[in-house]
């Protein structure tokens, strides 16, 4: 019996130790880790708030940087081309627009897979065929799709906007385990500080919005993020307008429930 508890006595050492040896080094780099990570930084959008609404001028030069900048590495699975309506845009500019991209389909005359020009009843479709062929693009990294990116992520489009002008040099007081290795690049705004994407945006001018705005970088990224607002969201000004015609429909009613009751128990005091 001596021997059997000294036995898992000892067994429960050699777990700690190994929990030790394993376990410690990560949680250390985990909160150092931390110490240099930041938080997004505030973004005013149009859409912000109860009252949100969005700014269409905006979601165009947004949806311009996505198709020049982003769309070669990111899908939108979940757009379909004609909501591009919504943006302000006529049949026959969403139909050119669905055309400028290509999307699987199927040769009729041999059966066998092809693509073809966009139609509005289309989706966005992925630049990869399936995601072993964009890891095999993108160092083993896998580009995610973009259609819920501002649901998916904490911070939303602040976090967006804090990524895409995040990236800088490493500090000098940077831990050497935390440094960028190859094919990665430090951003204070992403998780682990080393994110596999470079700089997206990287100058002035990169694109040219139809409106004259200027394309800074840090325009370009507000644009970008409140596009890819309205891709997670596109009916948010509809929800905000049953939301405040339900607060006041229920405010009403309370009134009438008030009134009512005052009716009903007047001539009772007392009794």
């Known amino acids: ?22 376990v410690t080094p990560l949680a250390i780099e985990h909160n150092a880790a931390e110490a240099f990570h930041q938080e997004p930084r505030p973004l005013a959008l149009a859409s912000n708030g109860p009252f949100g609404r969005f700014d269409t001028a905006q979601l165009q030069r947004g949806l311009k940087v996505y198709k020049e900048v982003c769309a070669a590495c990111h899908g939108l699975s979940q757009v379909r081309f004609g909501q591009l309506e919504a943006l302000g845009y006529d049949e026959g500019q969403v139909k050119a627009l669905a055309a400028q991209f290509q999307v699987p389909s ?43 990116i501002t649901k998916a992520r904490h ?34 705004y992403f998780a682990n500080l080393n994110i596999a994407m470079p700089a997206p945006l990287t100058s002035e ?39 405040w015609a339900v607060l006041g429909f229920l405010f009403v009613l309370s009134v009438l429930a008030y009134l009512s009751y005052r009716s009903v128990w007047a001539d009772k005091k007392g009794h």
């Open 1 to 22: 019996m001596v021997r059997l508890i000294g036995f898992f006595v000892g067994l429960g050492f050699i777990f700690a130790l190994l929990y030790a040896i394993l």
């Open 106 to 148: 199927i040769n009729p005359d041999t059966g066998e897979p092809a693509t073809r020009p966009g139609l509005p009843s289309d989706h966005f479709p992925s630049p990869y065929a399936n995601e072993v062929a964009a890891r095999a693009a993108n160092g083993n990294a896998y580009p995610p799709d973009l259609s819920l």
């Open 155 to 188: 911070g939303g489009a602040a976090y967006v906007h804090s990524l895409l002008t995040g990236y800088r040099n490493p500090p000098a007081n940077l831990p050497a385990e935390l440094r960028p290795g190859t094919g990665l690049h430090y951003n204070p």
């Open 205 to 243: 001018g990169q694109v040219t919005f139809d409106d004259g705005t200027r394309a800074t970088v840090d325009q370009m990224a507000k644009d970008v993020s409140a596009f890819l607002v309205w891709t997670a969201e596109p009916e948010l000004p509809r929800r905000h307008a049953y939301g």
